[in-house]
T-cell receptor, first 114, second 116 residues
Framework: GESVGLHLPTLSVQEGDNSIINCAYS??????FIWYKQESGKGPQFIID?????DKRQGQRVTVLLNKTVKHLSLQIAATQPGDSAVYFC?????????????FGKGTHLIIQP | GAGVSQSPSNKVTEKGKDVELRCDPI?????LYWYRQSLGQGLEFLIY????????KSGLPSDRFSAERTGGSVSTLTIQRTQQEDSAVYLC??????????????FGPGTRLLVL
C-alpha cells in the first residue's frame, strides 16, 4: 500500500540552530499534509498543516514546505529550543475518497544538543 | 478548552481477556478517529466515525476489534480475546468534521495496553 516515509530516523542539532525534518510521500493524490510532535508518553500534538494548493505555510517558528513535483514535505524549525526535542511525524490524506484516516510516517527523533 | 480525553491511561490484561478503551472527543467535533501505535512505530489508522454515518472500519486489523460511538460523542474501542501483539498505545483523535478547513485532527494522550 501507499505510505508516507521519512528520510532520517534521528536528527541532532545544536540549541539555537535551525532544523529541517524531511518527509517523502508516495500517494500523488494526497491533498492534505500535517506535522505532529510527540513527546515521550504523550499523544501527538498538532504543529502545522498544509493543503496541496499551497507550497509553503508558516507558523510560529515553524515552516512547512510542500514540493508536489517530487512528493516531498519538510518541516523547518527556527532557533531550536530544548523543548523541541521530540519525535516528529508527517502524515498525509486524500480528501477525495479511500480511508478517512491519516497515513503516518514512522517519525524522526529530533535531539537538541545544549 | 478541554482536549480529547482517554481512559484508562494504562491497562494491563491477560491474554484472552476482553478490554474496553474509552475516548471523549473535543466538544462540538463530529469526527472521531482511533489509531494504534506500536513501540517505536508510526500511527496506524483503525476506524473513523462521522456524525451518525456508518463508520469507516477499513483499518481494523481483525474481527476481534470493534468500536462504537454513542450519541455522536463518546466512543469505545473493544478488543476481544486479546493477544500479545495487541500491546500498543491506542490513540483517539477528533476533528470538527471531514471537509476542507475542518479536518485537523487533535489527539488524546492515549491508552497504553499491555497484554501479558
Amino acid at each position: 500500500g501507499e505510505s508516507v516515509g521519512l528520510h532520517l530516523p534521528t536528527l541532532s542539532v545544536q540549541e539555537g540552530d535551525n532544523s529541517i525534518i524531511n518527509c517523502a510521500y508516495s500517494n500523488s493524490a494526497s491533498d492534505y499534509f500535517i506535522w505532529y510532535k510527540q513527546e515521550s508518553g504523550k499523544g501527538p500534538q498538532f504543529i502545522i498543516d498544509i493543503r496541496s494548493n499551497m507550497d509553503k505555510r508558516q507558523g510560529q517558528r515553524v515552516t512547512v514546505l510542500l514540493n508536489k513535483t517530487v512528493k516531498h514535505l519538510s518541516l523547518q524549525i527556527a532557533a531550536t529550543q530544548p523543548g523541541d526535542s521530540a519525535v516528529y511525524f508527517c502524515a498525509e490524506k486524500y480528501s477525495g475518497g479511500g480511508a478517512d484516516g491519516l497515513t503516518f510516517g514512522k517519525g524522526t527523533h529530533l535531539i537538541i544538543q545544549p | 478548552g478541554a482536549g480529547v480525553s482517554q481512559s484508562p491511561s494504562n491497562k494491563v490484561t491477560e491474554k484472552g481477556k476482553d478490554v474496553e478503551l474509552r475516548c471523549d472527543p473535543i466538544s462540538g467535533h463530529t469526527a472521531l478517529y482511533w489509531y494504534r501505535q506500536s513501540l517505536g512505530q508510526g500511527l496506524e489508522f483503525l476506524i473513523y466515525f462521522q456524525g451518525n454515518s456508518a463508520p469507516d472500519k477499513s483499518g481494523l486489523p481483525s474481527d476481534r476489534f470493534s468500536a462504537e460511538r454513542t450519541g455522536g460523542s463518546v466512543s469505545t474501542l473493544t478488543i476481544q480475546r486479546t493477544q500479545q501483539e495487541d500491546s500498543a498505545v491506542y490513540l483517539c483523535a477528533s476533528s470538527l468534521g471531514r471537509g476542507v478547513g475542518q479536518e485537523t485532527q487533535y489527539f488524546g494522550p492515549g491508552t497504553r495496553l499491555l497484554v501479558l
